[in-house]
């Protein structure tokens, strides 16, 4: 969006996002194509069931016409004493019809009439078999093709998304698969249209070498055509692919920031640039269309040129008796399926062209190498981690940016509850990110349990540690889905226990089909505090062992806070924990705080030593709870026990009594 | 949409197209589009005089093969080839001189309808309300503006050619055979009507098939949009396999839906070809005879041949041409579905701009339910706001704050008579008049793959890179840009510089405060936001917007404490109001949260009130034996 400001997408080919820059254009299409043929592996006894019954049926259409003509005018209707020097072969057919005729005791006539309609629908129906198999075979074909594409997006890192626009990425799962689906059944088509190609060939050349080779003559001019097409063509379909991308992208974001839009009155301006990439596609369409007709166009009168040549060529031999008029009429007809192959040839270039530049896509999103390193062989977690973490001397740096961590070093104790605070920008969602092997570290920097996080599989570490992530996602689906992010094993009870911790459970059975509730996309049926709590119950109904929180109540009023920290107290005894926020109430029940502040490690003890320290907390704290009387600032430990044991009250049957008991006790 | 993968697939998979089994009515959907075909109207009618011209010389080419047969065959004649050659090979070069330019025109008459519905989908879109982006995802929008959108070109390109063709070729060659002979060509043509009217009959069914095609590409479109925008919660949740497994079923529900449709189209196909093969026969047995008996020459048989190729030819494709028919009906009826659906906030007509708005705003008795919501999120608030203040909204989360803000601008459509702004009905203003007096900076931080002046400069991209510098300083997030390794140029959202939540929070923070309005409208924008930072801004806001209107939503006192007036809401509804210093003394929820906010513990009795009042509302759980099942 931003160059379509300052640079109109009219004047700028080469302004691309990431990814689609990345596009080396040097594709090599034989061997492009020879690799979608491997996708192709399970289905191909449907695909050569469909290549086999595709012959059948080319065999049919070569013999259709010999019936009608060898064996209904010749034999039947106008027996005529052997004038040519030439008999079209037969092929048996003469013998079949009579042998027919002998089985039914009927005349000829009508057994040969009988033996066309059982060759007609005996191609029909080897066509309906041939095009379903086809059919079955190039949408699964693709279907594997886009579920690997799907499953090779769906692992890459974080840092692929850091640069690559969805837009662009989804257009290579729908529309660029979409485009393979031509080019395998014409791939097919092409082959089996060589089979009366040769027979008629044969035929051709026995019947008149001269002829044969006069139509022939054209091949040059189709093969000349196609070089230069191809030279032309390519990049116009490259830039077509690319506008394409460009258009669902920027819809994409445009829909995803459309609240955004509206508020800053930017539709005028949005429809502008959208109609620019718009009016970017039509012109490559139409540069497109301008040469792919003509190429269409010579394709098709290819079967008229070769009739002409043959009929100027052909008559002069008749004239001169070197052949007879059979064989020119035949000739005539039969010059038709001879070019019908090779225009077919130009029209499948056709579709390779197209969809190489679909297909060039494709390859490159699965062969693109920015993986997130895993361990050959990783190591075996124990049944439960300790929950031990230590990060030594880490330091990082984001592809574009500068240093987010520097030094940090740190040690959590199995079952300790770390608090990170510092100003926003700070690093603290780094340091979660790192830990949940979102990015590539060096080895032996970060460690649960002991072990190198480098050694363990991203998958293994993933389901041990539960992040609360800040930007977390709510998918339209119900919320049992939401909760349960469609795991299985993940019981409804589970579901509606974790909704309960978080106290989502409440507003959750005021939704009008309550766990069941379809929540629009993006949550945008629910408040941004309803989300949260979503999110905070999704983490906690998988039960990690180590459970981070990364801002996960910022949008939450501070009674419900209240609520979920009791809630919370039990789960996370003897549970390593994390959390990160910028409310210090929200951090109280912390055994240590960690200061951070531009990517160092500034401070790192309990409450009470940071609190005399006097430094970043001490600021902090004296900021947040300036109205507090300055000698009772903090709660000691006793109180801070105290507390936790009073609140115990949430996990009573019987609440009432318990607070009531609590308000007596003042 | 989702649902539909899992509990609805497996119903549809079995029923088959569930719409009407058969009608030509959904044809009807072609109408919608009639005005963007008819601006190219009179190229049209030069593409269809192009056709016609093309079809009449496709069809004397049989002709002159027959000529030169007659010629050779009969010795009173003398031999002629040469000119029939040269004919066929005038024909070649009509083709190209006016059937290249012909299906050019139409082609590009394609794409440029293709354009035209983009733009206008795009345009509609613009101006839709929370109605609509509930019943459409976005991946269901994207797929309709690309594959539906081809389906349409598809038709324009070949659909209508094809026809248009069919009759020229069904114009042309009967009366061409009828000159030669009347019998043979009765004979010939006698199967015919069969072929056209069964195919009418099949393709009466096929519409649902290419409809649930169309549904079953926009779920894969979808599946694939939330899934890789949401990819870092599934990363995090290691969730992947689940994920691919999840997208197969929707790939293959696709291919099952896809593979239906052709297989359908390949019955018809077998249906018309069966039936057009009789032809043929007629014509050699008929016809031979009919040379026997010496009523016809020779050379009529290769002419009625090549006619009928011509003619079958045409039949053949006429399954495939309504096919593309049916194919665009259905896209076009997802189209239109989008182009015509009305903006559910939209202005009265002839609404002119008002001028000098005082910021004050006032909301009375104002009670509003979301589409397909059971409650209402609001009811009857009672809000007033004096122009120069600065307002605080605190309450529970979905007690309705957010949706107060969003009904002040029109974000969602609110009764007449229960806003006002400056006195001014707001259903009496124009909508860009209002919104450019209130900005609204909304909860959900969002930024878009765009360097941070846009961002930030986001309704007006116009302006100097000074007046953004001071907006993101007013933001506290000039020391950020500035450290950013291309300043304010730098790309940041999707495929930028990935920023951190309080940064992200202070940028959308800056676009609204560039925008200098009357009336500021921040939705818990500090929520990721440290609270020195949080300090800094606020201090700033209130020398920056003295004499102007501010209200803030907010979970911490501390920022409603700045506030001259504040309102506490539950439940939908208002339940404290007044200033700071009235409230807290006054004792309810917000001395409460005072109280908890600001650690003062010891207040027991306050804070056992506070979750006493909350615990009304929650109901009585046991966590605590359910928590040693799961914890374990």
């Not at chain 1, 008029?325 to 040839?345: E, K, R």
């Not at chain 1, 910022?554 to 005894?573: N, P, R, Y």
């Amino acid at each position: 969006m931003a160059e379509a400001s300052t640079q109109h997408p009219d004047r700028a080919d080469s302004k691309y996002s990431a990814f689609d820059q990345h596009l080396t254009h040097r594709a090599v299409n034989v061997r492009m194509f020879a690799r979608l043929l491997r996708w192709t592996k399970p289905y191909r006894l449907t695909l050569g069931a469909s290549f086999v019954l595709l012959v059948v049926g080319a065999l049919i259409a070569v013999a259709i016409p010999l019936l009608l003509g060898r064996v209904i005018v010749d034999e039947i209707l106008a027996p005529q004493p052997e004038v040519s020097q030439y008999v079209l072969p037969d092929f048996g057919l003469i013998a079949i019809t009579h042998w027919l005729a002998n089985l039914l005791n009927s005349d000829l006539l009508l057994a040969a009439i009988i033996l066309y309609v059982g060759m007609v629908l005996t191609q029909s129906f080897t066509n309906l078999a041939q095009s379903l198999t086809l059919t079955s075979g190039a949408l699964k074909t693709l279907r594997d093709l886009r579920v690997d594409l799907f499953a090779s997006l769906e692992r890459k890192p974080s840092s692929f998304y850091d640069h690559v626009a969805v837009g662009r990425v989804m257009t290579r799962v729908t529309n660029d698969i979409e485009n393979l689906y031509n080019l395998i059944t014409s791939f097919i088509q092409i082959v089996a249209d060589f089979v009366p190609f040769f027979i008629i060939i044969w035929v051709m050349f026995d019947m008149s070498v001269d002829l044969t080779l006069v139509g022939l003559g054209i091949i040059p001019i189709a093969v000349v055509a196609t070089v230069i097409f191809r030279l032309i063509i390519t990049k116009f379909f490259r830039l077509i692919r690319d506008s394409v991308s460009s258009l669902n992208q920027y819809l994409q974001e445009d829909l995803m920031g459309i609240e955004v839009v509206q508020l800053s009155g930017r539709q005028e301006q949005n429809i502008e640039e959208y109609t620019a990439y718009n009016r970017e596609n039509r012109k490559h369409e139409f540069s497109a269309i301008d040469y792919e007709v003509l190429f269409e166009n010579l394709n098709t009168s290819l079967p008229s040129i070769a009739t002409a040549l043959i009929i100027w060529y052909g008559g002069g031999e008749v004239v001169q008796g070197s052949i007879s008029i059979g064989v020119l009429f035949t000739f005539t007809y039969f010059v038709n399926m001879l070019i019908t192959p090779i225009s077919g040839v130009g029209q499948f270039f056709n579709t390779l062209f197209r969809s190489m530049a679909s297909g060039e896509r494709i390859f490159q999103a699965l062969d693109w190498e920015e993986q997130l390193h895993e361990p050959e062989h990783p190591v075996e977690l124990p049944e439960r981690l300790r929950g031990e973490v230590q990060f030594r001397n880490v330091n990082f740096t984001y592809k574009k940016g500068n240093k987010v961590l520097d030094d940090v070093s740190f040690h959590i104790k199995p079952g300790e509850k770390l608090a990170i605070v510092g100003p926003t920008g700070s690093g603290k969602s780094t340091i979660i990110r790192l830990l949940a092997r979102f990015y590539d570290i060096e080895d032996d920097t970060v460690f649960v349990d002991g072990i190198d996080v480098n050694s363990i599989s991203s998958k293994d570490l993933r389901q041990r540690i539960g992040v609360v992530l800040q930007d977390f996602h709510i998918f339209s689906g119900t919320v049992y889905d939401n909760i349960s992010l469609n795991n299985p094993d993940i019981s409804k009870e589970r579901v509606e226990w974790a909704a309960r911790v978080v106290n989502a459970d409440q507003y959750i059975h005021k939704l009008p089909n309550g766990y069941d509730t379809e929540l629009a996309e993006r949550g945008h049926n629910l408040s941004q505090g309803q989300q949260q709590l979503l999110a905070f119950a999704r983490v906690l109904a998988a039960n990690p062992e180590i459970l981070v929180l990364d801002e996960a109540t910022s949008s939450i009023d501070t009674g419900t806070e209240l609520i979920i920290q009791d809630g919370l107290k039990k789960l996370t005894e003897g549970r390593t924990s994390i959390i990160i926020a910028h409310r210090l109430q929200t951090i109280q029940e912390c055994d240590r705080i960690l200061v951070l502040h531009r990517g160092r490690v500034c401070e790192i003890g309990t409450h009470e030593e940071l609190i005399a320290q006097k430094g970043i907390y001490f600021t902090l704290h004296e900021l947040q709870f300036q109205d507090v009387d300055k000698a009772d600032a903090f709660a000691t430990p006793e109180d801070l026990k105290q507390r936790s044991d009073r609140s115990r009250w949430l996990h009573q049957d019987d609440t009432d009594d318990l607070i009531g008991g609590l308000s007596g006790r003042d | 949409m989702r649902h539909t993968y899992s509990g609805g697939m497996r119903a549809r998979y079995q029923s088959g197209p569930r719409r009407e089994r058969s009608s030509f009515k959904h044809l009807g959907h072609l109408r919608n589009l009639v005005p963007y075909l008819k601006r190219y109207g009179w190229l049209f009618a030069l593409a269809i005089v192009g056709l016609v011209v093309h079809r009449i010389g496709l069809a004397f080419v049989p002709d002159f093969t027959g000529t030169v047969i007659d010629s050779l065959a009969d010795p009173n004649i003398p031999p002629n080839y040469f000119w029939p050659a040269m004919g066929i090979f005038a024909v070649v070069v009509v083709q190209f001189i006016i059937f290249v330019p012909v299906r050019r025109l139409l082609r590009r008459i394609a794409i440029s309808v293709t354009y035209d519905l983009r733009k206008r989908l795009f345009n509609n879109i613009q101006y839709q309300g929370p109605a609509f982006f509930n019943k459409y995802n976005t991946g269901d929008l994207m797929s309709r503006a690309v594959n539906d959108v081809s389906q349409v070109r598809m038709f324009v390109s070949f659909g209508l050619v094809q026809i248009t063709t069919f009759l020229i070729t069904l114009a042309i060659v009967p009366p061409m055979m009828f000159r030669y002979s009347t019998g043979l060509a009765l004979a010939t043509l006698l199967p015919l009507p069969f072929v056209v009217i069964t195919g009418f009959i099949i393709t009466r069914k096929i519409y649902p098939y290419f409809m649930e095609r169309q549904e079953a590409m926009a779920q894969v479109t979808s599946f694939t949009q939330e899934n890789l925008t949401g990819i870092r919660t599934i990363q995090a949740m290691a969730q992947e396999s689940q994920e691919i497994k999840r997208f197969r079923q929707t790939a293959t529900h696709y291919t099952k839906k896809a593979y239906r449709a052709s297989r359908f189209l390949a019955y018809m196909h077998l249906t018309m070809t069966t039936l057009t093969a009789i032809s043929p026969l007629i014509v050699l047995s008929f016809g031979s005879y009919l040379v026997l008996q010496g009523h016809i020459d020779v050379g009529t048989l290769p002419r009625f041949l090549g006619w009928l190729l011509l003619l079958a030819g045409s039949v053949a494709h006429i399954g495939w041409a309504l096919s593309l028919f049916f194919s665009a009906a259905a896209g076009s009826e997802r189209i239109f579905q989008i182009i015509s659906h009305q903006p559910e906030v939209q202005d009265k007509a002839n609404l002119a701009t008002k001028g000098d708005l005082k910021p004050s705003i006032e909301i009375k008795g104002l009670s509003y339910t979301y589409p397909e919501a059971t409650e209402p999120a609001i009811k009857d608030i009672e809000v007033h706001i004096k122009a120069g203040h600065t307002v605080a909204f605190l309450g529970r989360m979905a007690s309705g704050k957010s949706t107060i803000l969003k009904a002040v601008v029109r974000l969602v459509d609110t009764p007449r008579n229960t806003i006002f702004v400056g006195g001014q009905d707001i259903c009496d203003l124009p909508i860009q008049q209002l919104r450019q007096e209130i900005a609204l900076v909304p909860q959900y931080a969002f930024l878009f793959s765009a360097s941070v002046k846009e961002n930030v400069s986001y309704d007006d991209t116009t302006r100097e890179d000074e007046v953004v510098w001071d907006a993101t300083e007013a933001a506290s997030m000039e020391e950020t840009v500035a450290d950013l390794a291309e300043g304010l140029r730098t790309v940041v959202g999707e495929r930028g510089v990935t920023l951190s939540g309080g940064q992200k929070q202070r940028s959308t923070l800056a676009r609204g405060l560039i925008r200098d309005s009357n009336v500021l409208l921040l939705d818990d924008v500090f929520s990721s936001v440290d609270t020195e930072t949080e300090e800094r801004i606020i201090r700033g806001l209130n020398r920056l917007r003295a004499d102007k209107t501010t209200i803030l939503i907010s979970h911490r006192v501390s920022t409603a404490r700045h506030a001259d007036y504040i309102y506490v809401f539950d439940d939908g509804k208002v339940i404290e109001s007044g200033t700071h210093g009235e409230l807290v003394t006054r004792g309810g929820h917000y001395a409460d949260l005072e109280a908890v906010q600001s650690n003062q513990d010891r207040d027991q009795s306050r804070r056992a009130r506070l979750i006493r009042k909350l615990q009304e509302v929650v109901q009585p759980t046991q966590v605590d034996s359910e928590q040693q099942k799961y914890a374990g």
